[in-house]
């Protein structure tokens, strides 16, 4: 398969690699990107992929929050620029969507668009928003959780929207503290993005995958075998902590994990807090 100069630049810029490596990584992959940033991997030459972030579309993203503070909606709602995308009556189309969604709970795309707000189907709102803003106007996805405690945050106007649900017990999950830690939490999705909760949520595939990757690495330093697997282990430990949210270090204060800040924050408030799940969407992505 021809490498293009296209290729060459995508691959450069998923995973940071010089022009060289990516063309090389690419041939020996014969064109498949995947396998060519797993190339580039177990040479050392890239971390993990950045497949995300890469967006193509405009619009706005929404997350919101009942006010019993227990069920949340976040929406991607697509148009055709940037500048329509920012108005904030088109972020006021996107909120109402976000508010049946919380209503109705949903299963589907189908079932959102036949929800009700405000007297009104969601399908109605975003016809009126094309005959408003003057654009193709198009729900592109949704997501709702409902647990014990839902907390949202949304970044940089729109582009970013998070919800986090939470296992909480004797706690008021309407209190000023605990909004502040739920919107803490939120706020590190939004900023780390992390795949998975914990550790147990991780995709066995993903590990095996990740494992795979990490003893090539360690195969290569020529190393004992007992040696290569301590060093494939570490680097394993190393992707969980980096990448699952409650290991992460917590942004506002690196020295603590989120888990341990969010221990203390139990304890602070006389009862105890799980991280369970979050939804982050990224405008486009």
Do not use: W
Not at 75 to 87: I, Q, S, Y
Not at 115 to 135: F, K, L, N, Q, S
């Amino acid at each position: 398969m021809a490498i293009t100069a296209a290729m060459v630049k995508e691959l450069r810029e998923m995973t940071g690699a010089g022009m060289m490596e990516c063309k090389k990584a690419l041939t020996e992959a014969e064109g498949d990107m995947d396998k060519a940033v797993d190339v580039l991997r177990t040479r050392g030459l890239a971390a993990v992929a950045k497949k995300a972030g890469r967006a193509t579309n405009e619009g706005t993203v929404m997350a919101l929050v009942s006010e019993d503070g227990k069920t949340g909606a976040v929406v991607e709602l697509n148009c055709e620029t940037d500048f329509v995308g920012m108005n904030e009556k088109f972020k006021a189309y996107a909120e109402k969507i976000a508010r049946a969604a919380i209503a109705a709970k949903p299963a589907d795309m189908d079932a959102l668009k036949a929800a009700e707000v405000d007297g009104e189907t969601v399908e109605a709102v975003i016809t009126d928003c094309i005959h408003v803003m003057g654009e193709n106007t198009q729900l592109a996805r949704f997501a709702v959780e409902e647990a014990g405690a839902v907390s949202s945050y949304i970044h940089m106007g729109g582009k970013i929207g998070v919800l986090v649900a939470f296992d909480v017990d004797g706690i008021d999950v309407t209190s000023d503290e605990f909004k502040q830690y739920g919107r803490d939490v939120a706020m590190q999705v939004a900023a780390v993005s992390p795949i998975a909760a914990n550790r147990e949520q991780v995709d066995p595939a993903v590990v095996e995958h990740e494992m795979g990757i990490y003893k090539a690495q360690a195969a290569e330093s020529g190393k004992p075998e007992a040696i290569q697997e301590k060093i494939a282990t570490g680097r394993l430990e190393k992707f969980f902590k980096e990448q699952c949210l409650t290991e992460q270090a917590f942004v506002k204060d690196p020295d603590q994990s989120v888990a341990q800040y969010t221990d203390a924050v139990a304890k602070k408030l006389g009862g105890t807090i799980k991280v369970v799940d979050f939804k982050r969407f990224a405008l486009g992505e």
